[in-house]
């Protein structure tokens, strides 16, 4: 059997899920632990196109992108937990709930998203995930969510 990574850089995230600019929102996924946790790196640009409007004099990440990050920090570290490199695999939200904003998400912010399995293993379709997002130790969000896994033909 062939080692698992414990780390997923840009070209490995973009083999195990679908996004792309404009909606990729993963940079990398460190300190993965199969089947159980991953801690996702979001680096918060101004050049994104979610900040041409929201707000132009003073830009915040949108609390939904900070909340699809740490669903796509999932995916990727169930991916990678799947062996599913390559293997067309699509993830869909199901259920977002106990959804809280501490704190602003700007632009030079470096987002850290903490992803801890709650329900699931490998060969499970539906997952269910605690994630935690920080910017410098200060938590900027948390939600619970689940997730359905899907391999496409």
Known sequence: MTDLPTTADIDLIKRLIPHRYPFLLVDKVRDIVHGVSAVGVKNVTFNEPHFQGH????????????????????????????????????????????????????????????ITVTRGKPGAKVWRFHGVGTVEGEVAAEADFTAMMDLQG
């Open 55 to 114: 707000f132009p004099s003073t830009p915040i990440m949108p609390g939904v992108t900070i909340i699809e990050a740490m669903a796509q920090t999932a995916a990727v570290m169930v991916g990678v937990s799947m062996d599913m490199a390559d293997k067309n695999m699509l993830v869909y939200f199901m259920a977002i709930d106990a959804c809280k904003f501490r704190r602003k998400v700007v632009p030079g912010d470096v987002l850290e998203m903490s």
